[in-house]
């Protein structure tokens, strides 16, 4: 320690004044060896290039810059806070940290392994350039390519005293920090990229922070700032292609409670979670009713393949998305609740349910915009919501979707048949539609006549145009791409987002996940790998995995051969180019009976009244299937049935070898579990999904499993697995 501050006294005759030669030349800047934790930095200075493994023990910091003006130079240094064979969830410490001063700038360097790579609190004028912030904190995923786990959703509401980085972790968080820039960050195999929280003024350029399991930027209390240029690309979790579509709150860009006035413009912000999701926050929906993230103005950016909403904007107002990309998310835009918004010339296709999705709003304006292949259009609509009408925000808000304006608007598409439709409307009242608005739905163009009046008030046409007219529209193109966008051949679609345990998969390097199966029918694998031929050998065990060959990355079926049942080992290698990866475990196949009845909605979440009388009621339903693996998501178990307020019965009679089990259970929402007449679980409540597990000890011979399960409302999961413990059941 004395050795150091003996050597930056030396620094500081050389650096104390703003006009000596290391100011005006920072390659000049005098250079030091970092030897230990807590380094204070108070002169500008260049670390000697080399890789330096140092624990943060106090989480103060391994470089604390503790004066203004001062520059560190990290440019050829490696710096390492955890051990190599250490998880990532495990990582802890901060590698640089810059508190109470002004005008810091940390430029390039790689630093990895830390809980929060660099932390700036306070101060004005910073710079952050060209650091390598990738591999830091990241948590462990429990949910699989087969189901969800309701464990790995994120809690964005909560910031105000760290908790976004004290929980999950950033590459770089500013807090309280003005007219500063960070600019040519890279972040991959992280969980969050880059946190603002209560900031003012910050530049975000041309920095790339993708393939992460949370957020590539996030904003908390942050205003007037500008960000531009960037990549957040393939920020998400929670999706597993063909399964279930989540994203348990993962975004590209996140933007919660009280952001105003900030430029988003030629983002490059595909396959996440949301591609921006923007909040009020609970300050204004849960206690005062006023303010919001209000006037942001989101312009020619990428939001395509989202696994929710391209974009996400509730309970706020002002906001402007202008000339963005909307390409294959769940819906192309979801603004519940808006108001005063401006939704123009955006290119929205390829929708799984609608391109403009807005309950509850007010005065927004949906203006040249380019629908195709959408199964809606634009879709506008009020409905009973009595617990966000009783809100804080409810109270100052009107609730009524009304006065809204939709005005030369271009929908095309191959056919528009059944309930697919260029604008919906159920109980919109004055809504105000220009009949010149190109409704280009086939070939020759004809308007579209299957418009969904409200039930509530007329909708308004500000003019008149005859067929022939609307005809004579001149089509508009799509908005251009931005400089930031994904290359032409880039992958591209939902399709091509796996996630590991770890998170997104970046398509580089070679690796399957799961590994280890355990105790289903069948189960889905994927092999990661940068477009390689693979080939699957070396199968033991009575099973069929397919493909056997294609390009990675792929995902692959592992299934019981015909008539297979009970437990069944097995083990298989897929080769490629770059080696071979072993996969084992074990399926079980169990022969279920399924029943599905319907019940009688009591209140808001509340349980069957009366379980007995629905247990004894008729079946809707029948089925028989080899597995308990109910995904149902927001649908309906079987053709004929609601979504909600249905139950499930389920039983099996099976025979497995003695031992050691694992009954591994998910449900959403009800369930019980009966094993041999006795009750081994029971969350008889309304909950998101939400897993359980029991050790249990079979003996030889037959056994009979039921599983009771009940649905109140939105998402909905049943899965029960058997899984074997013991090495080897025979």
């Known amino acids: 320690m004395i050795a150091r501050a003996l050597m930056l006294s030396v620094f500081a005759f050389f650096t104390g004044c703003a006009g000596s030669p290391f100011a005006s030349n920072p390659n000049s800047l005098p250079e030091i060896a970092l030897i230990e934790d807590d380094t204070r930095i108070d002169r500008s200075v260049r670390v000697r290039p080399g890789t330096y493994e140092v624990t943060d023990v106090a989480g103060d910091g391994v470089f604390q810059i503790v004066a203004d003006d001062v520059v560190l130079d990290l440019s050829g240094v490696i710096l390492v806070g955890s051990s190599p064979a250490a998880d990532p969830d495990s990582y802890r410490g901060i590698g640089v940290r810059a508190n109470g001063v002004s005008g810091v700038t940390i430029r390039h360097g790689s630093i ?32 699989t390519p087969d189901t969800e786990n309701a ?76 960000v531009t240029e960037n990549r957040f690309d393939w920020c998400v979790r929670g999706y597993s292609h063909g399964v279930y579509a989540r994203g348990q709150d993962s975004a590209g860009i996140l933007v919660f409670e009280q952001c105003s006035r900030n430029l988003f413009r030629g983002n490059s912000v595909t396959h996440g979670g949301d591609g921006f999701f923007l909040y009020c926050g609970n300050e204004t929906l849960r206690e005062t009713g006023l303010g919001g993230s209000n006037e942001n103005s989101l312009i020619g950016n990428d939001f395509s393949h989202a696994v929710m909403h391209g974009i996400e904007a509730t309970f706020s107002g002002g ?39 807005i309950e509850h709003g007010q005065g927004n304006t949906i203006l040249g915009n380019w629908f195709a292949e959408n199964p809606i259009g634009i879709s506008l609509w009020w409905d009973e919501d009595p617990d966000l009408v009783a809100s804080a925000f409810g109270k100052r ?12 608007n271009r929908f095309e598409g191959d056919r528009f048949e059944g309930d697919q439709v260029a604008i919906s409307l159920r109980d919109a009242l004055a809504t105000e539609i220009s009949p010149l608005d190109d ?25 008149s145009a005859d067929e022939t007219a609307l005809a004579k529209v001149l089509p508009r193109d799509p908005p251009r791409r931005g400089a930031a966008f994904l290359p032409e ?99 079980l196949a169990l022969p279920w009976t399924v029943e599905y009845r319907v019940w009688e909605p009591i209140g808001p979440g509340e349980p069957p009244r009366d379980w007995s009388v629905v247990r004894t009621s008729a079946p809707i339903h029948v089925e028989r299937r080899n597995d308990l693996d109910l995904q149902f998501g927001a649908g309906a178990p079987a053709k004929g049935m609601p979504a909600d307020h249905f139950a499930t019965v389920a039983t099996s009679s099976f025979s497995v070898p003695e031992g050691r089990y694992r ?40 056994h009979q499993l039921e599983v009771e399960h009940f649905e109140i409302d939105g998402y909905a999961v049943l899965r029960v697995v058997l899984i074997p413990l013991d090495p080897d059941p025979s």
């Open 319 to 357: 906001n402007r998305f202008e000339a963005n990309t909307l390409h294959g998310c769940t819906n192309g835009i979801w603004a519940g609740y808006s108001y005063d918004t401006w939704i123009g010339g955006n290119d929205i296709r390829s929708s799984v349910l609608a391109g403009v999705a």
């Open 439 to 463: 409704y280009h739905l086939g070939s020759p163009p004809h308007f579209c006549r299957n418009l969904r009046r409200s039930g509530k008030g007329e909708v308004l046409l500000i003019s």
């Open 489 to 587: 051949d880039a992958p591209r679609g939902r399709s091509r987002i796996f996630i590991d345990e770890w998170g997104p998969y970046d398509f580089e390097g070679v690796r399957a996940w799961p590994t280890v199966i355990e105790g289903v029918a069948a189960a889905r694998i994927h092999i990661l790998g940068p477009d390689l031929p693979y080939r699957i050998d070396a199968i033991s065990g009575a099973v069929e995995v397919e493909p056997r060959t294609g390009i990675l990355p792929a995902t692959v079926r592992v299934s019981p051969r015909a008539g297979g049942a009970g437990v069944i080992p097995f083990t298989f290698v897929a080769l490629t180019d770059d080696g071979e990866i072993m996969v084992r475990g074990s399926l």
């Open 151 to 226: 464990e790995d959703w994120l809690w964005p509401h909560e910031n105000d005293d760290d908790q976004w980085a004290t929980r999950y972790g950033a590459a770089l968080h500013l807090k309280e920090v003005a007219e500063s820039r960070v600019e040519s960050v890279r972040v991959r195999r992280g969980q969050n990229g880059i946190i603002l929280s209560r900031c003012r003024g910050v530049e975000v350029h041309r920095n790339d922070c993708s393939f992460l399991s949370g957020w590539g930027l996030a904003m908390w209390r942050t205003v007037d700032c500008a």
């Open 397 to 408: 808000h009107s609730s009524e979707s009304t006065g809204n304006r939709i005005f030369k």
């Open 112 to 143: 990895r392994g830390f809980r929060v790579g660099i932390e700036v609190i306070g101060g004005r004028g910073h710079t952050i350039l060209g650091s390598d912030l990738s591999e830091n904190f990241r948590q462990r995923l429990r949910s």
């Open 663 to 702: 009954v591994r259970i998910v449900s959403d929402d009800g369930v019980r579990v009966t094993l041999d007449g006795e009750t081994i679980h029971e969350d008889w409540t309304w909950h998101a999904p939400r897993e359980a597990s029991i050790e249990i000890t079979l003996a030889s011979g037959e």
